[in-house]
């Protein structure tokens, strides 16, 4: 920190009401009176206090500390273009930009200023601070914060009106230092390049000037440096070139071209351009290197030239372009979006969202001016390198890019470092990558008065360095003071920033709405402890998210949105690109520190109370393009801010109840697309998921409806593998299974669901349904499919409805138990019947029933049979292993490393039998139970024990019996399987020989169609086995019970269904499924003009020019379908300052006169004369302080009058 410093109190005068509308015009005294300030005005570097009612109207040095005291307040002069800095502000008082009812409408940029080892020693530096009791109010001009495109912009090499383009025509030289120099003639509406070259300074300067020279009237000439302009400043021969150019422009050497002062080889970027005898066209411009330099030229034919330099970081990278368009969208491509932008303004910038898998196709680009443009369009200065998607797919899936306003008239800022100061202690880390991230934030504290901010740009914000320094911070605030209007954040950009965007922590009831955060480091919108309730995140835009350093998911799963409490809002939300995952859900169980302090005095949630709290509002959220998840409402949060599985959510009736009764978890309108991992993951209990579009995952007891999945859509990205056509997740692995609807544990109901677009190809399986990968968890057959539309045929080769393993292996990961049991239950009608089948893995253990049939391109088996699972509940690890027998074929054997509980997919109708085998030993207690198991079905199972062993046995349903003395032991396993309605579920038989235990499972209740469980309410059959003597190793009876022969016997070959499945559905998805639109969202607001803004600068500084002027349609800002703003946005109209100063010129000499004698000549000398010949200055002639002619207009001759 700074020390020494002198403090500057301001006279204490009267304090006018904070109720004023417009702090400008409240009287203030206005900071450049002398006499306002007591020992003079502040200096740079002082303290500054000020004690009354302040107005900035003038630019100040840059201060320390500038306190507003509790009697103080400070605002700013709109008419006048401000700059402030300062290292720190403290708002103690009122720190007013404008007001809601008065939007600030000058400029403004205020920078806080200082390094972290100025700072040091600090609690809050660097910071706009405000105090118990300060307020905070900013209110920039109202900009339309960020909107979607309508229709795809295309990348440059697809841009229609291009006629010619050097890179794209393949002409380009990208290995010379120099200038490259086109020559273009017009040819009717037509052109004609005459002649093109790369010139080094160094060796071809006499061929530059040759190719300059040789330019003729009409015809235009188009230069620009590559690389970098490279000369020897010890050779001549480079003012050839110049020469030639001033010729060019001016008629004569001149001195004065810009190409003339860049005589020295520092990477400066520079382009010319001009149709020679047109004095309007001439263009010449230059940049510091790695700036764009580029003039463009719209020729009397209607063509549009361009020659450019491409600046970058490093100068050899700097290659020319030259481009011919047949208008200027080949140049300046326009951009059509859905909403009114005549808000946003030439010289704005913006970014325009990816829509594939890769965030680094997010581009930013600057406005420029468009006079022929729609309320809802611009042009851009950068043309696209990637195709941004602008299309509603199957009339539901919106993945139009989004597009962020990036530059707003109110600006606060840091002042950075070039470098990484090594005081910074994290410039060494490679997400830091050298980066100085120690930026400015705005802090308030509790007590505040009030906190109100809105339509402003904040950048270079946020320290990488320490925790607790964000961009925007309500800090520990909880509720707001009774007199507090609703604190807001609303319509403001934040870019470019080193910790977060803004982060709400322990404090509830903010607002949070319409804001634009775009490459922040680390998670975007940041709900820190779990403890903040209340909050409303609506309409706000996260894009190209950044890894960060701060805590652990900053590191490898940076979010957009990261929301630590249920209890709070979410809507209309959109994360666009990103590192990690777009919409992050995570609750810890308890608030974590230190709101957990504070958890009774504040009233905040108790343990376990998270888990069991509904979110508020989730409903119309976006997320695309994530190197992660989508949208993720799964996993918890750890004390040391770890991740883990799983979030086991499920509200109730009273979330501070445990027993209290559960509700259904409703969500709505979700979509996803490009992400690489999964678009949606939902874990959770009673779901009830609606109108999702492109992919979802669920937990057990989901609900998933009114919903479409599209799996290759029109939106095909950037393919980069032959033979395909589109864009993968994985480029590190291709052959990467995809599927739309994937699975998870179960039972879920997936309902009135529209798939299209799952074709097979050549390098990956696709299909429309398949499970979780990689999994080892017990997986339901009851996960259930009902009027599921089809729009797309299924057969070989061709689409794919379900799939199960890959092309080589029938599970992805056969280590793993989840990947040996890929089922599901498929509702269909045929014939206008229903038919109900099972779809199960189609090894001879799964596909026991008779009525199973192989469906090759799914690798799955379909049957009629009734089906359910057979789950091993005991207690697991990967240390003894389960092995599941078909008694019909013994052969048929699945292995399970029972790492967690779970079994095979078995028939119910008592067809097969099975037995079940531990290696290398069993435990003292195995139980089992069958999920989907209804009145009217059986299951046989033999249970393997040591011979000799005591045991006892129990059930818990579909009867209670504690003790093997309650159940009926049977003489043979005929008379167990005998029906007998009294015992049947009461008794087992017992073979001594070989130790095995067999029970036959029943069940006395039928499963309710709206049942979410596994059974009826969530009561299957279950059988336990207690071993309390006797050799646990001797747990494997398959040698005793079955013969070698039958171990060994001869697999049956499944009968295949190869017959094509006709899509069910057209390919528009149906009325009402889906997410649809996501935006607009607002409700409807037509929309009003502001006033006309001055005239713009003349675009000539001589000669005849245009200028124009804009309105913006922000008086209102028109919303949702509201009418648009009627009339121009913009008008144009000719200028001229001045005439353009006209040098003179002389026109040709006149013939050599007569000889006439001299006056000198006498009778003796008589013979000598002159000839004389004149010119005038005339062709033209100097006018509008134009140079006059060099040279004489006056020549003689001797002659002689005599002939001899």
């Given at each position: 920190?700074?020390?020494?410093?002198?403090?500057?109190?301001?006279?204490?005068?009267?304090?006018?009401?904070?109720?004023?509308?417009?702090?400008?015009?409240?009287?203030?005294?206005?900071?450049?009176?002398?006499?306002?300030?007591?020992?003079?005005?502040?200096?740079?570097?002082?303290?500054?206090?000020?004690?009354?009612?302040?107005?900035?109207?003038?630019?100040?040095?840059?201060?320390?500390?500038?306190?507003?005291?509790?009697?103080?307040?400070?605002?700013?002069?709109?008419?006048?273009?401000?700059?402030?800095?300062?290292?720190?502000?403290?708002?103690?008082?009122?720190?007013?930009?404008?007001?809601?009812?008065?939007?600030?409408?000058?400029?403004?940029?205020?920078?806080?200023?200082?390094?972290?080892?100025?700072?040091?020693?600090?609690?809050?530096?660097?910071?706009?601070?405000?105090?118990?009791?300060?307020?905070?109010?900013?209110?920039?001009?109202?900009?339309?914060?960020?909107?979607?495109?309508?229709?795809?912009?295309?990348?440059?090499?697809?841009?229609?009106?291009?006629?010619?383009?050097?890179?794209?025509?393949?002409?380009?030289?990208?290995?010379?230092?120099?200038?490259?120099?086109?020559?273009?003639?017009?040819?009717?509406?037509?052109?004609?390049?005459?002649?093109?070259?790369?010139?080094?300074?160094?060796?071809?300067?006499?061929?530059?000037?040759?190719?300059?020279?040789?330019?003729?009237?009409?015809?235009?000439?188009?230069?620009?440096?590559?690389?970098?302009?490279?000369?020897?400043?010890?050779?001549?021969?480079?003012?050839?070139?110049?020469?030639?150019?001033?010729?060019?422009?001016?008629?004569?050497?001149?001195?004065?071209?810009?190409?003339?002062?860049?005589?020295?080889?520092?990477?400066?970027?520079?382009?010319?351009?001009?149709?020679?005898?047109?004095?309007?066209?001439?263009?010449?411009?230059?940049?510091?290197?790695?700036?764009?330099?580029?003039?463009?030229?719209?020729?009397?034919?209607?063509?549009?030239?361009?020659?450019?330099?491409?600046?970058?970081?490093?100068?050899?990278?700097?290659?020319?372009?030259?481009?011919?368009?047949?208008?200027?969208?080949?140049?300046?491509?326009?951009?059509?979006?859905?909403?009114?932008?005549?808000?946003?303004?030439?010289?704005?910038?913006?970014?325009?969202?990816?829509?594939?898998?890769?965030?680094?196709?997010?581009?930013?680009?600057?406005?420029?001016?468009?006079?022929?443009?729609?309320?809802?369009?611009?042009?851009?200065?950068?043309?696209?390198?990637?195709?941004?998607?602008?299309?509603?797919?199957?009339?539901?899936?919106?993945?139009?890019?989004?597009?962020?306003?990036?530059?707003?008239?109110?600006?606060?800022?840091?002042?950075?470092?070039?470098?990484?100061?090594?005081?910074?202690?994290?410039?060494?880390?490679?997400?830091?990558?050298?980066?100085?991230?120690?930026?400015?934030?705005?802090?308030?504290?509790?007590?505040?008065?009030?906190?109100?901010?809105?339509?402003?740009?904040?950048?270079?914000?946020?320290?990488?360095?320490?925790?607790?320094?964000?961009?925007?911070?309500?800090?520990?605030?909880?509720?707001?003071?009774?007199?507090?209007?609703?604190?807001?954040?609303?319509?403001?950009?934040?870019?470019?920033?080193?910790?977060?965007?803004?982060?709400?922590?322990?404090?509830?009831?903010?607002?949070?709405?319409?804001?634009?955060?775009?490459?922040?480091?680390?998670?975007?919108?940041?709900?820190?402890?779990?403890?903040?309730?209340?909050?409303?995140?609506?309409?706000?835009?996260?894009?190209?998210?950044?890894?960060?350093?701060?805590?652990?998911?900053?590191?490898?799963?940076?979010?957009?949105?990261?929301?630590?409490?249920?209890?709070?809002?979410?809507?209309?939300?959109?994360?666009?690109?990103?590192?990690?995952?777009?919409?992050?859900?995570?609750?810890?169980?308890?608030?974590?520190?230190?709101?957990?302090?504070?958890?009774?005095?504040?009233?905040?949630?108790?343990?376990?109370?998270?888990?069991?709290?509904?979110?508020?509002?989730?409903?119309?959220?976006?997320?695309?393009?994530?190197?992660?998840?989508?949208?993720?409402?799964?996993?918890?949060?750890?004390?040391?801010?770890?991740?883990?599985?799983?979030?086991?959510?499920?509200?109730?009736?009273?979330?501070?109840?445990?027993?209290?009764?559960?509700?259904?978890?409703?969500?709505?309108?979700?979509?996803?697309?490009?992400?690489?991992?999964?678009?949606?993951?939902?874990?959770?209990?009673?779901?009830?998921?609606?109108?999702?579009?492109?992919?979802?995952?669920?937990?057990?007891?989901?609900?998933?409806?009114?919903?479409?999945?599209?799996?290759?859509?029109?939106?095909?990205?950037?393919?980069?593998?032959?033979?395909?056509?589109?864009?993968?997740?994985?480029?590190?692995?291709?052959?990467?299974?995809?599927?739309?609807?994937?699975?998870?544990?179960?039972?879920?109901?997936?309902?009135?669901?529209?798939?299209?677009?799952?074709?097979?190809?050549?390098?990956?399986?696709?299909?429309?349904?398949?499970?979780?990968?990689?999994?080892?968890?017990?997986?339901?057959?009851?996960?259930?499919?009902?009027?599921?539309?089809?729009?797309?045929?299924?057969?070989?080769?061709?689409?794919?409805?379900?799939?199960?393993?890959?092309?080589?292996?029938?599970?992805?990961?056969?280590?793993?138990?989840?990947?040996?049991?890929?089922?599901?239950?498929?509702?269909?009608?045929?014939?206008?019947?229903?038919?109900?089948?099972?779809?199960?893995?189609?090894?001879?253990?799964?596909?026991?029933?008779?009525?199973?049939?192989?469906?090759?391109?799914?690798?799955?088996?379909?049957?009629?049979?009734?089906?359910?699972?057979?789950?091993?509940?005991?207690?697991?690890?990967?240390?003894?292993?389960?092995?599941?027998?078909?008694?019909?074929?013994?052969?048929?054997?699945?292995?399970?490393?029972?790492?967690?509980?779970?079994?095979?997919?078995?028939?119910?109708?008592?067809?097969?039998?099975?037995?079940?085998?531990?290696?290398?030993?069993?435990?003292?207690?195995?139980?089992?139970?069958?999920?989907?198991?209804?009145?009217?079905?059986?299951?046989?199972?033999?249970?393997?024990?040591?011979?000799?062993?005591?045991?006892?046995?129990?059930?818990?349903?579909?009867?209670?019996?504690?003790?093997?003395?309650?159940?009926?032991?049977?003489?043979?396993?005929?008379?167990?399987?005998?029906?007998?309605?009294?015992?049947?579920?009461?008794?087992?038989?017992?073979?001594?020989?070989?130790?095995?235990?067999?029970?036959?499972?029943?069940?006395?209740?039928?499963?309710?169609?709206?049942?979410?469980?596994?059974?009826?309410?969530?009561?299957?059959?279950?059988?336990?086995?207690?071993?309390?003597?006797?050799?646990?190793?001797?747990?494997?009876?398959?040698?005793?019970?079955?013969?070698?022969?039958?171990?060994?016997?001869?697999?049956?070959?499944?009968?295949?269904?190869?017959?094509?499945?006709?899509?069910?559905?057209?390919?528009?998805?149906?009325?009402?499924?889906?997410?649809?639109?996501?935006?607009?969202?607002?409700?409807?607001?037509?929309?009003?003009?502001?006033?006309?803004?001055?005239?713009?600068?003349?675009?000539?500084?001589?000669?005849?020019?245009?200028?124009?002027?804009?309105?913006?349609?922000?008086?209102?800002?028109?919303?949702?379908?509201?009418?648009?703003?009627?009339?121009?946005?913009?008008?144009?109209?000719?200028?001229?300052?001045?005439?353009?100063?006209?040098?003179?010129?002389?026109?040709?000499?006149?013939?050599?006169?007569?000889?006439?004698?001299?006056?000198?000549?006498?009778?003796?000398?008589?013979?000598?004369?002159?000839?004389?010949?004149?010119?005038?200055?005339?062709?033209?002639?100097?006018?509008?302080?134009?140079?006059?002619?060099?040279?004489?207009?006056?020549e003689i001759k001797p002659c002689r009058l005599c002939n001899n």
């Amino acid at each position: 920190m700074f020390e020494g410093l002198l403090t500057v109190a301001v006279l204490i005068s009267s304090v006018l009401s904070a109720a004023s509308v417009c702090p400008h015009e409240s009287g203030y005294r206005k900071w450049s009176n002398l006499g306002g300030w007591t020992g003079g005005k502040p200096t740079a570097g002082s303290n500054v206090m000020i004690s009354d009612s302040v107005i900035v109207d003038e630019d100040t040095p840059g201060f320390y500390n500038v306190t507003i005291a509790a009697s103080g307040a400070l605002t700013f002069d709109p008419k006048v273009d401000l700059q402030f800095r300062a290292a720190n502000i403290i708002v103690n008082g009122r720190f007013e930009i404008g007001s809601e009812d008065c939007p600030y409408t000058g400029n403004l940029e205020i920078t806080l200023t200082g390094t972290r080892a100025d700072h040091a020693g600090e609690r809050d530096p660097k910071a706009i601070l405000v105090t118990s009791g300060g307020t905070i109010e900013i209110h920039g001009e109202p900009k339309r914060a960020w909107t979607k495109l309508q229709g795809t912009l295309l990348p440059d090499n697809k841009n229609k009106a291009i006629l010619y383009d050097h890179e794209i025509n393949g002409t380009e030289n990208t290995w010379t230092n120099g200038i490259g120099a086109y020559t273009v003639a017009l040819r009717g509406d037509s052109y004609e390049i005459l002649k093109w070259g790369i010139y080094n300074l160094r060796s071809n300067s006499q061929q530059l000037a040759a190719h300059i020279n040789s330019v003729q009237v009409g015809e235009i000439l188009m230069m620009a440096s590559q690389k970098r302009i490279d000369v020897d400043v010890n050779q001549t021969d480079r003012f050839l070139v110049y020469d030639a150019l001033e010729t060019l422009v001016s008629g004569e050497r001149t001195g004065k071209s810009i190409l003339r002062s860049m005589d020295k080889s520092d990477g400066r970027t520079w382009a010319f351009i001009m149709q020679k005898g047109n004095q309007g066209s001439v263009q010449e411009t230059s940049n510091n290197q790695g700036i764009t330099s580029q003039t463009v030229f719209q020729a009397p034919n209607g063509l549009v030239l361009m020659s450019e330099t491409k600046g970058t970081k490093d100068f050899f990278n700097q290659g020319d372009n030259f481009r011919i368009a047949s208008s200027l969208d080949g140049v300046y491509p326009r951009v059509t979006v859905i909403d009114d932008v005549t808000t946003w303004l030439p010289g704005d910038k913006v970014a325009i969202a990816t829509t594939d898998y890769d965030p680094i196709q997010t581009e930013e680009t600057q406005i420029v001016f468009c006079g022929d443009c729609l309320h809802n369009q611009f042009r851009i200065n950068r043309r696209p390198v990637y195709t941004h998607y602008g299309e509603i797919v199957a009339g539901s899936v919106d993945m139009r890019a989004e597009v962020a306003m990036l530059t707003r008239n109110v600006v606060i800022r840091g002042a950075m470092e070039a470098v990484c100061p090594q005081n910074n202690g994290n410039c060494n880390d490679s997400i830091v990558n050298g980066l100085d991230t120690f930026g400015a934030h705005i802090k308030i504290l509790r007590g505040f008065a009030n906190a109100r901010m809105s339509n402003f740009e904040l950048r270079q914000a946020g320290q990488q360095t320490d925790l607790g320094r964000y961009p925007i911070h309500f800090h520990m605030t909880f509720n707001k003071t009774t007199s507090a209007a609703v604190p807001y954040i609303r319509s403001v950009s934040i870019h470019n920033t080193f910790a977060r965007c803004i982060t709400i922590h322990g404090s509830h009831g903010i607002m949070v709405k319409d804001n634009v955060c775009y490459r922040p480091m680390g998670h975007g919108f940041f709900l820190e402890d779990g403890g903040e309730m209340n909050n409303v995140f609506d309409g706000n835009l996260a894009m190209d998210v950044l890894k960060g350093t701060l805590e652990p998911a900053d590191k490898t799963r940076p979010s957009g949105f990261w929301m630590t409490n249920p209890k709070n809002s979410f809507v209309n939300n959109v994360a666009a690109g990103g590192n990690g995952n777009g919409i992050w859900f995570v609750f810890p169980d308890t608030p974590l520190p230190p709101s957990r302090e504070l958890i009774q005095q504040e009233g905040l949630m108790t343990t376990g109370e998270a888990k069991r709290t509904m979110i508020s509002v989730f409903e119309n959220n976006l997320a695309h393009s994530q190197a992660g998840f989508g949208i993720l409402i799964g996993n918890s949060l750890k004390d040391d801010r770890t991740t883990h599985c799983c979030n086991m959510w499920q509200p109730l009736v009273d979330p501070k109840n445990n027993k209290s009764a559960e509700l259904q978890i409703p969500l709505r309108r979700i979509t996803g697309y490009k992400n690489r991992n999964f678009n949606v993951w939902i874990e959770g209990g009673l779901l009830d998921v609606s109108r999702v579009s492109e992919g979802q995952q669920f937990q057990r007891a989901g609900k998933l409806s009114r919903s479409v999945v599209i799996g290759q859509s029109p939106n095909k990205g950037v393919p980069i593998f032959a033979g395909l056509d589109h864009s993968l997740p994985f480029t590190w692995s291709p052959n990467a299974v995809q599927t739309g609807i994937t699975m998870w544990k179960g039972p879920t109901k997936f309902s009135d669901i529209w798939l299209d677009s799952f074709t097979s190809n050549s390098v990956y399986d696709i299909a429309a349904i398949g499970k979780n990968r990689n999994s080892p968890y017990f997986f339901s057959v009851l996960t259930e499919f009902t009027n599921i539309s089809f729009a797309f045929d299924d057969q070989t080769g061709g689409g794919t409805y379900a799939i199960s393993g890959s092309k080589t292996n029938r599970g992805w990961e056969l280590n793993r138990d989840g990947e040996q049991i890929s089922g599901f239950t498929l509702n269909t009608q045929q014939n206008g019947h229903a038919v109900k089948y099972y779809v199960v893995k189609p090894d001879p253990l799964s596909a026991a029933a008779a009525d199973c049939k192989l469906r090759p391109n799914w690798r799955l088996a379909m049957c009629k049979t009734k089906y359910g699972n057979l789950r091993y509940t005991g207690l697991t690890d990967d240390t003894m292993k389960v092995q599941f027998v078909r008694d019909q074929i013994p052969s048929a054997q699945l292995q399970f490393e029972m790492k967690t509980g779970t079994g095979p997919q078995v028939v119910l109708d008592g067809s097969s039998t099975y037995t079940v085998h531990f290696t290398p030993f069993t435990r003292d207690v195995v139980q089992f139970k069958v999920p989907g198991m209804e009145r009217g079905d059986v299951l046989r199972v033999g249970v393997c024990t040591p011979r000799g062993a005591a045991f006892d046995l129990q059930s818990f349903f579909p009867y209670s019996l504690n003790g093997k003395g309650k159940f009926t032991v049977v003489s043979s396993l005929a008379e167990l399987d005998r029906t007998d309605p009294l015992f049947d579920g009461k008794k087992y038989y017992y073979d001594a020989t070989t130790g095995m235990i067999y029970y036959k499972f029943i069940n006395t209740q039928t499963r309710n169609p709206d049942e979410d469980q596994e059974c009826n309410n969530g009561s299957c059959p279950e059988f336990r086995v207690i071993i309390s003597s006797g050799n646990r190793n001797d747990s494997d009876c398959r040698a005793r019970i079955y013969t070698s022969n039958q171990l060994s016997m001869a697999v049956p070959t499944l009968p295949e269904f190869n017959d094509v499945m006709p899509a069910n559905s057209d390919k528009t998805a149906p009325e009402g499924y889906g997410a649809g639109p996501m935006a607009p969202f607002r409700a409807d607001v037509n929309g009003g003009w502001s006033e006309w803004q001055t005239w713009s600068a003349c675009s000539r500084t001589c000669g005849e020019g245009s200028q124009y002027r804009l309105r913006k349609c922000n008086n209102p800002l028109p919303e949702g379908n509201g009418a648009p703003c009627v009339g121009l946005n913009a008008e144009t109209r000719v200028c001229q300052l001045r005439f353009c100063a006209i040098n003179g010129e002389f026109s040709d000499w006149t013939a050599w006169s007569a000889c006439s004698a001299l006056s000198s000549n006498d009778g003796t000398y008589k013979c000598s004369g002159i000839s004389e010949r004149t010119r005038a200055c005339d062709a033209p002639p100097t006018q509008y302080d134009g140079e006059l002619c060099e040279g004489s207009s006056r020549e003689i001759k001797p002659c002689r009058l005599c002939n001899n």
